[in-house]
């Protein structure tokens, strides 16, 4: 199994697969933590933000195994999902990505396992017939999937049309999404502007029942504004009940990456984020797994949130 940065990952061997897509993401986090300060490191952490923001409703670990195994994959599914529902069929000879699926069965009231894992443990419930229980996520399994760049048959209309979601349109989705993401946002004309070169800010204020307020210059640049805009919903999603000056500084990290990925998923040209991902060097694997789930999750959550307004 390959592991460098340069090389894509595959899971081939059936009994050790599980094991080897745990071992080979704690490994990358691992790499992300020993070179925080280097520039190969902020190029992987690019990388996977790209991977994200195609992706923005899978775990962070699942957009890691993609971005591993095809890192320029734009939209997956399962064989039979690709024959079934778009008349597309893989090609011969593709490899496949391979990411985590639920497992979904009934499952004990008491221990919360399936029926036969019930029997094996020492859960004494019996209140209810397993037949009768209700289902519920029992654990995962490992799942292939196809890059629709590995299949071939009728077109996908979806990736035909003209990218959507400019600026123009954006702002305003972005304004009147702020209530339901329990932000007060302010757009604020340049010659009122208090706050030195800064774009925006994310801050308290008495009288808004402790709501955080984001006020952000503004700007002929639609674009721009609303790119400023989701960087300080994360912060406030993220950060508003930090008081930590040094883990507010890491987090601003977490605050533009999210901002990253929800811009290019609305195709704005984010390219000019810059990740200094040095303010995470005093970090361990398990910190940057949350940091990098607390990221996932805040992008899903706006991304979400914008797209039902």
């Not at 670990?61 to 069929?89: M, S």
Request: with cysteine; proline share 4%; net charge negative.
């Amino acid at each position: 199994m390959a592991t460098t940065s340069n090389s894509a990952v595959s899971f081939e061997e059936t009994d050790t697969r599980s094991d080897e897509m745990n071992s080979t993401i704690e490994q990358w986090i691992d790499d992300l933590v020993t070179g925080v300060d280097d520039a190969q490191a902020s190029d992987e952490f690019q990388e996977w933000l790209d991977v994200q923001s195609r992706f923005h409703d899978y775990s962070h670990r699942n957009t890691l195994l993609i971005k591993l195994q095809c890192p320029e994959a734009t939209k997956v599914a399962g064989y039979n999902t690709w024959r079934n529902e778009f008349d597309r069929h893989v090609q011969e000879g593709e490899s496949a990505i391979w990411i985590w699926a639920p497992i979904i069965a009934k499952q004990c009231p008491e221990c919360e396992n399936s029926p036969s894992y019930h029997e094996q443990s020492d859960c004494d419930y019996d209140e209810t017939p397993s037949e009768e229980w209700s289902k519920g996520l029992v654990g995962f399994k490992p799942t292939a999937v196809f890059d629709v760049s590995q299949t071939e048959g009728e077109p996908l209309p979806e990736l035909e049309t003209e990218a959507t979601g400019n600026g123009e349109g954006l702002v305003p989705a972005l304004r009147d999404t702020a209530d339901d993401l329990g932000v007060i946002v302010e757009i604020v004309d340049a010659a009122e502007w208090e706050h030195g070169d800064a774009k925006g800010i994310c801050k308290h204020r008495s009288g808004d029942n402790d709501r955080p307020v984001v006020e952000a210059k503004a700007r002929s640049n639609q674009a721009d504004l609303a790119v400023t805009l989701i960087h300080e919903y994360a912060h406030a999603l993220l950060h508003f009940d930090v008081g930590d000056e040094p883990e507010r500084a890491k987090r601003e990290v977490e605050a533009e990456a999210v901002a990253y990925i929800v811009g290019r998923y609305f195709d704005l040209d984010t390219s000019g984020s810059a990740f200094y991902l040095a303010a995470w060097q005093d970090g361990d694997a398990a910190g940057i797994q949350e940091r990098l789930g607390r990221i996932s999750s805040t992008a899903q959550e706006i991304i979400g949130t914008v797209g039902e307004s």
